[in-house]
């Protein structure tokens, strides 16, 4: 059963529009969310993160919003440039057994920014 | 400060055989995690280890099995290795003592099983 799901596996978007990723989770225990970019060949690296607390979380081009009712959150990147082209990870944790935080990933939406 | 560091970057073994991968975390990060990545398929979680204990595990066979020394460096190793064994192995090290931290990986250790 697929708690974190990325039901988009591309998108692509021209240089200088917004690009919006989508991600759906089914457990209501997860408390904090993420996004990892990863290039071919590399480790993720760590984007953005929003507390369940919050509905918004902004830095720099990358936006993170959470709808918790809908158990939704997105990532909006503007401008898109083309260096942004990747594969963009959404996951989540839930605290487990006290100080203990799992990451469940979605599959990955692969974003291509056209020049 | 140096990155998520794991050894080695490329690996071919043989079906049968077995294989051990390390990971040294970020200096001053004691919690280390450890995912498969498929093709086609997002980061499965396998395991994680705080202060030398294993904390979580993932729905892995028992092949898949892990430590962690005193100085947080992480070793994972596979037993009897099969050909769906072929994947990116990726570690993952967090600072404990908060409530949310994120997750810094390493470039992974791409293992091939032939």
């Known amino acids: 059963d697929q708690q974190v799901k990325q039901n988009s596996p591309s998108l692509s978007v021209q240089e200088g529009r917004i690009s919006i990723l989508n991600c759906d989770y089914t457990?209501?225990?997860?408390?904090?969310f993420l996004w990892y970019k990863k290039y071919p060949a590399e480790g993720p690296t760590f984007l953005i993160s929003?507390?369940?607390?919050?509905d918004k979380n902004e830095d720099g081009r990358f936006t993170v919003f959470l709808n918790k009712s809908a158990k939704h959150l997105s990532l909006h990147i503007v401008p898109s440039q083309p260096g942004d082209s990747a594969v963009y990870f959404c996951a989540a944790s839930a605290r487990s057994g006290g100080s203990n935080y799992k990451l469940t990933f979605g599959k990955g939406t692969l974003l291509t920014v056209n020049p | 400060k140096a990155g998520v560091t794991q050894t080695p970057r490329y690996l071919i073994k043989t079906r049968g055989q077995q294989v051990t991968l390390s990971c040294s975390p970020i200096s001053g990060h004691r919690s280390v995690s450890w995912y498969q990545q498929t093709p086609g398929q997002g980061l499965q979680f396998l395991f994680e280890y705080f202060s030398e204990t294993q904390r979580n595990k993932g729905n892995f066979p028992g092949r898949f099995s892990g430590r962690q020394f005193s100085n947080s460096r992480s070793e994972m190793n596979v037993s009897t290795l099969e050909l769906g064994d072929s994947a990116l192995y990726l570690c993952?090290?967090?600072?404990?003592?908060?409530?949310?931290?994120?997750?810094?990986f390493g470039q992974g250790t791409r293992l091939t099983v032939v």
């Open positions: 993952a090290s967090r600072q404990q003592g908060r409530s949310n931290t994120e997750a810094f």
């Open positions: 929003i507390s369940s607390i919050k």
């Open positions: 457990n209501s225990m997860f408390d904090y």
